[in-house]
C-alpha cells in the first residue's frame, strides 16, 4: 500500500520563474492539504483540496494556487517565485472518515524541497 | 503571538532521563490537539493526540489544560530513537475539517 508520493524531491528555480509540484494522496484518501515548511519552522498551512475544490485556505496570497484531480491526486502551483518561497512544499492526505475517527492525523509526503535562487 | 508556540530547544539528554516538552496556544476556540513527531529530513507523523484527562502511550504522556491553553508531553526512560523534533499542533475546526497548526517544534537530542 504505497503512501503519499510526491514529485519532484528537489528543485532549484530562479526569481520569477514558476514551479509545479505533484502529490498522489496514500490509498483511500480522498482530501490533501498542502503545507508549507520553512528551515527551522513547523509546516504552515497553504490550502486544502476535497472533490476537486479548494475547501480551505490558509494565508498565503494568489501566487500558490492548486488543483486536484478525479483521482484525487494534487498540483500545487507557485507563480513569480521569490527567495523567500525556498521551503520543504509537504503534501498531505486524509479522508472524512479518518478524520471522524482519528481527527487530526494527515499522512505525509516526503516533501518537495524547493531552492530560489 | 504565533498560535502555537514552543521553545525550540534543543533539549539534550542521556538516555533513560525524563524529558518533558510544553506548549501554549493563542485561539481558545481550539478544538482538538496533538503531538507530531519530525525526524531530521524527514516528513511529520502524528505521535499522539491530546485529551483534557490526559493520555498514555507506553513511554509517553500527553496532557491538555483548556483553561491554561496548554499542552505538554512528557517522554520517561528515553531512548537514543527518541531524538527527532515534537511538534505541537492545535486543529480550530469543529467539523471534521484538518486544518492543522503547527508550532515550530522542539528538538530533541538523546545522548549515550
Known amino acids: 500500500d504505497a503512501g503519499v508520493t510526491q514529485s519532484p524531491t528537489h528543485l532549484i528555480k530562479t526569481r520569477g520563474q514558476q514551479v509545479t509540484l505533484r502529490c498522489s494522496p496514500k490509498?483511500?484518501?480522498?482530501?490533501v492539504s498542502w503545507y508549507q515548511q520553512a528551515l527551522g519552522q513547523g509546516p504552515q498551512f497553504i490550502f486544502q483540496?476535497?472533490?476537486?475544490?479548494?475547501?480551505q485556505r490558509g494565508n498565503f496570497p494568489d501566487r500558490f494556487s492548486g488543483h486536484q484531480f478525479p483521482n484525487y491526486s494534487s498540483e500545487l502551483n507557485v507563480n513569480a517565485l521569490l527567495l523567500g518561497d525556498s521551503a520543504l512544499y509537504l503534501c498531505?492526505?486524509?479522508?472524512?472518515?479518518?478524520?471522524?475517527?482519528?481527527?487530526?492525523?494527515?499522512?505525509f509526503g516526503e516533501g518537495s524541497r524547493l531552492t530560489v535562487l | 503571538r504565533k498560535e502555537v508556540e514552543q521553545d525550540p530547544g534543543p533539549f539534550n539528554v542521556p538516555e533513560g532521563a525524563t524529558v518533558a516538552f510544553n506548549c501554549t496556544y493563542s485561539?481558545?476556540?481550539?478544538?482538538?490537539f496533538f503531538w507530531y513527531r519530525q525526524d531530521c529530513r524527514k516528513e511529520p507523523k502524528l505521535l499522539m493526540s491530546?485529551?483534557?484527562s490526559g493520555n498514555e502511550d507506553g513511554r509517553f504522556t500527553a496532557q491538555l489544560n483548556r483553561a491554561s491553553q496548554y499542552i505538554s508531553l512528557l517522554i520517561r526512560d528515553s531512548k537514543l530513537s527518541d531524538s527527532a523534533t515534537y511538534l505541537c499542533?492545535?486543529?480550530?475546526?469543529?467539523?471534521?475539517?484538518?486544518?492543522?497548526?503547527f508550532g515550530t517544534g522542539t528538538r530533541l537530542a538523546v545522548r549515550p
Open positions: 483540496y476535497y472533490e476537486e475544490e479548494e475547501r
Open positions: 498531505a492526505s486524509s479522508s472524512i472518515e479518518l478524520q471522524l475517527l482519528v481527527p487530526g492525523e494527515l499522512f
Open positions: 490509498s483511500g484518501h480522498d482530501t
Open positions: 491530546v485529551y483534557s
Open positions: 485561539n481558545s476556540a481550539s478544538q482538538s
Open positions: 499542533v492545535v486543529n480550530a475546526q469543529k467539523s471534521s475539517g484538518d486544518k492543522l497548526t
